[in-house]
């Protein structure tokens, strides 16, 4: 089926409405109109999602059980050399250890692989010659080659050393890392040739002249003195005529200054350059950048390092070189080529800092500090080289995370040269960053959301960019054929919850798609380049593998089927999706529902009790078709709906899966427009599913938790009582890598951290709170449930509860803890509902 994307909203997320039932696993579209506020675009509903599930009723205990129970589904599975065979692992019941199998795509049966045969299965990230007839991948730290032809391996290192990143060469040569020393060897004689050695110090200066008066008498008065001062620069010169005149001596030591480290470093196809971005190494500080563990193996409090503040972070740049491995020169490439490199982007934020200050802020252009991008997700290197090494990209970032850049290198001139610049008055995504080389052209492709959703684009090195999809949808994961045909790519074309894997030509922009199994699908493509790995979930089954034809309108073949007896067994409730009107958008807000066993459409009453989740990590999507993360989650609501309740579970403004201008809603706002959206998930449940607004709850876990006391702090009256679980009351004191694209940086803007740190607002609390606290948690610290405690006691609140947790992280492990958790939100709602 070919689609014309700018036209697609007809056929997008709008389709399932609050009145779409689940019905069934198929894939049957089903119809249904939207709610009264999307009457305009009434379409057809394009997905169908499964029914009620089981008939022993859960129990919290069972929900939150070891997840053993539930299966033992596949994981991290690849492709192996042959194209023919899956790679995946399995977690043993009982334990944290995982066993590999391997599986023909014509198979429903798995052979486990036994330990002494770990080493020949290849690996996630193997990389194959040129001619496809040879996989190279590293296993514990050594480096392997296979013959696919013959299915002959070779251990071309073996040592304690930890090698990485193996590299073809266009001689035919496979280069290797080893620290931050590079070799390649000949694969025909077996020679091993070190290519470069990156030193972290600074060039040696040779052998000085005396400089002081004292040091240049002692060289004139002691003859001893000035002759093993002639026979140290006579040796030093001979070394130098040796390594320059006899090839057998390695001579490829660089020096990249002392105190930086390597933050990234490519080599390039053909073995004769190096692009290297180093940056000042940042060191740990003992006195605040610690965490105690009170429950230790030997009974004592042990300080364990933990990131730093964004609070206590200071801007950083890097450096990028370009080292020619033939001549032996390393250039320093600046970033004054950059478009924007020096523009003052946060003027009208520090004038409204200023302002509240009593002071005026001077705008003036300065150069910024320009990193990397940060490799969040990312899936690849963010320096890449073209195919035949003729060329290099690097995407860079503002440390103020307004611009990303592209650029490539002029290396005649040595100089980076411009190819795309992303602009976003809020913030760069750290998703949709994907973007590499064509195979046989000098032409770039790279995801953007310079239209408000992330697509894919095309740019030949000297002309314009072209988009190759288009519409109001986020695409993922390019991966372009070898011969520049097709880019697959994963998409939510259809409804912002429905991921299915489609094609592009890049020559016509025109798409296929490929799957239409209804849920989440993400997938890899085979090593030949004719089928697709595929693992796919629905919206209450785990993941599972397929295997489908790499073309339009596959038809995807299981391969797996791990799903536990006990668990189809259990009464469990799907929920349904609907589309929340907003009083702030024109958007809906998408949110899960999960109705009462014996609700009755149309009651009336509002005599229904409900709760709303509120999912973590802010920019996450969990209203969709697929598994969720929070499976337990999944079967407590199945829990609360089986007892009457109404369970709704947002995909709030910032959340995932919606496009740019949903993501950025919360810039130097956050908490505001979230609770704005609960609010109108309140209402919507009142007119829609008879829920009586005094009787209702809310939670969350980490950012959850976060929404949970702003909630309840900034809109009391909205619920009755709220649970805060690992959450952040302060984001002064979280990390600088999510903060700082959302609020600034606090020395920057005060006044966005004052705005959105629950902290600041624990005045409003005037219903029940518990607040569940892990205490070893390194990303979310303890110390900000006990500062906020500190704060409700000096406002002398009396209608919060604090748990601790002693041994858990930010994600709880234990079930134990899990258990005691969840009967605590269990009885606060009884309680309070």
């Known amino acids: ?22 019905a069934g696993c198929s894939a049957t579209a089903n119809t249904a109109s939207t709610n009264n506020a999307l009457e305009k675009n009434k379409v057809e509903a394009v997905v169908s999602t499964p029914a009620d599930v089981g008939s022993e009723k859960i129990t919290l205990k069972q929900a939150m059980a070891d997840p053993d129970w539930i299966g033992n589904q596949p994981q991290n599975a690849f492709w192996a050399a042959d194209s023919a065979t899956i790679i995946y692992s399995q977690k043993q019941q009982g334990s944290t250890l995982r066993d590999l199998f391997s599986q023909s795509v014509t198979s429903q049966t798995a052979e486990q692989i036994a330990l002494n045969k770990l080493h020949t299965l290849g690996a996630r990230n193997a990389v194959y010659s040129n001619d496809k007839t040879l996989q190279a991948y590293v296993f514990k730290g050594n480096v392997f080659v296979k013959n696919i032809k013959t299915n002959t391996l070779r251990q071309i290192t073996h040592s304690t050393a930890n090698e990485s990143n193996p590299q073809f060469l266009k001689d035919g040569t496979l280069a290797y890392r080893q620290g931050n020393m590079f070799f390649k060897v000949d694969l025909v004689t077996g020679l091993t040739q070190e290519i470069a050695n990156l030193k972290l110090a600074d060039k040696p200066k040779g052998i000085s002249e005396p400089s002081s008066y004292i040091a240049k008498e002692q060289h004139k008065l002691i003859e001893y003195i000035a002759l093993e001062h002639k026979n140290k620069k006579d040796q030093h010169a001979r070394n130098a005529q040796i390594n320059e005149q006899n090839t057998s001596v390695a001579n490829t030591s ?6 930086n480290k390597v933050d990234n470093v490519e080599l390039s196809p053909n073995g004769d350059a190096l692009l290297v971005v180093v940056k000042k190494q940042s060191s740990w500080r003992s006195d605040t950048d610690i965490m105690p563990h009170y429950v230790t193996d030997d009974a004592t409090i042990a300080p364990k390092k933990v990131r730093r503040r964004i609070a206590d972070a200071k801007e950083e740049t890097s450096q990028v070189i370009y080292i020619n491995l033939n001549d032996k020169t390393q250039n320093t490439l600046a970033f004054d080529s950059l478009p924007g490199f020096d523009e003052d982007v946060l003027a009208s934020v520090k004038q409204e800092n200023y302002v509240r200050l009593g002071k005026t802020y001077e705008s003036k252009k300065s150069p910024r500090a320009i990193n990397l991008i940060t490799n969040w997700g990312l899936g690849q290197s963010p320096i890449v080289w073209n195919n035949n090494g003729s060329q290099v990209a690097i995407m860079l970032e503002a440390w103020d995370n307004k611009d990303r850049w592209i650029a490539t290198v002029d290396f005649e001139n040595n100089k980076l040269v411009s190819q795309h610049r992303l602009h976003d008055d809020a913030w760069i995504a750290y998703a949709f960053n994907n973007f590499g080389w064509l195979n046989n052209a000098n032409t770039l492709y790279y995801l953007s959301e310079e239209s408000g959703y992330s697509q894919l684009y095309k740019k030949p090195l000297n002309g314009n960019a072209v988009a190759l999809t288009k519409g109001e949808f986020e695409v993922s994961n390019p991966t372009v054929t070898s011969d520049d045909s097709a880019i697959y790519y994963k998409a939510n074309v259809e409804h912002p919850g429905l991921y299915e894997i489609f094609r592009v030509d890049p020559q016509t922009a025109k798409s296929e798609k490929i799957t239409d199994l209804n849920g989440m699908t993400d997938y890899t493509l085979s090593p030949d380049e004719e089928k697709l790995l595929l693992v796919h979930s629905k919206i209450t089954m785990p993941s599972e593998l397929y295997i489908a034809d790499a073309k339009a309108n596959a038809t995807p073949t299981r391969l797996t089927n791990t799903v536990s007896s006990a668990f189809l067994a259990k009464k469990l409730t799907a929920p349904k999706i609907v589309a929340v009107p907003s009083s702030h958008t024109d958007a809906p807000i998408y949110a899960k529902v999960y109705y009462p066993a014996d609700y ?29 993360v929070y499976f337990r989650e999944f079967m407590f609501h199945s829990l609360l709906a089986d007892e009457g309740y109404v369970v709704m579970d947002m995909d709030y403004r910032a959340s995932k899966g919606y496009g740019r201008d949903w993501r950025t809603a919360i810039y130097r706002q956050m908490g505001t427009p979230e609770t704005q959206d609960l609010a109108d998930g309140v209402k919507w449940m009142a007119e829609n599913a008879n829920v009586d607004t005094q009787a209702v709850g809310t939670y969350g876990g980490s950012y959850g ?9 900034t809109a009391p009256e909205l619920f009755q ?21 959302i609020l600034n940086h606090p020395d920057v803007d005060p006044i966005a951290y004052e705005r959105s740190s629950p902290i600041y607002f624990a005045e409003g609390l005037n219903k029940p709170l518990l607040i569940n606290a892990p205490m070893v948690d390194d990303n979310v610290f303890f110390q900000d449930s006990v500062r906020l405690v500190q704060r409700l006691i000096e406002l002398e609140k009396e209608n919060f509860e604090t748990a601790i947790f002693p041994v858990e992280p930010h994600g709880f492990v234990q079930p134990s803890s899990w258990l005691d958790e969840y009967r605590r939100i269990y009885k606060l709602f009884k309680d309070t509902l």
Do not use: C
């Open 705 to 713: 938790g976060f929404m949970t006391f702003m909630a309840l702090f």
């Open 721 to 741: 009582s709220g649970a805060a679980l690992r959450p952040v009351t302060d984001w002064a004191h979280y990390n600088t890598a999510y903060t700082g694209n």
């Open 254 to 259: 660089y020096y990249l200054g002392k105190g």
């Open 1 to 22: 089926m070919i689609f014309n994307f700018s036209s697609s909203k007809t056929l997008v997320a709008l389709a399932i409405a609050s009145s779409i039932m689940l």
């Open 600 to 628: 009755v459409e149309g009651e009336g009453g509002k005599t229904r009790k409900a709760v709303i989740f509120n999912h973590g990590a802010g920019y996450l999507q969990n209203s969709h078709m697929g598994w969720s």
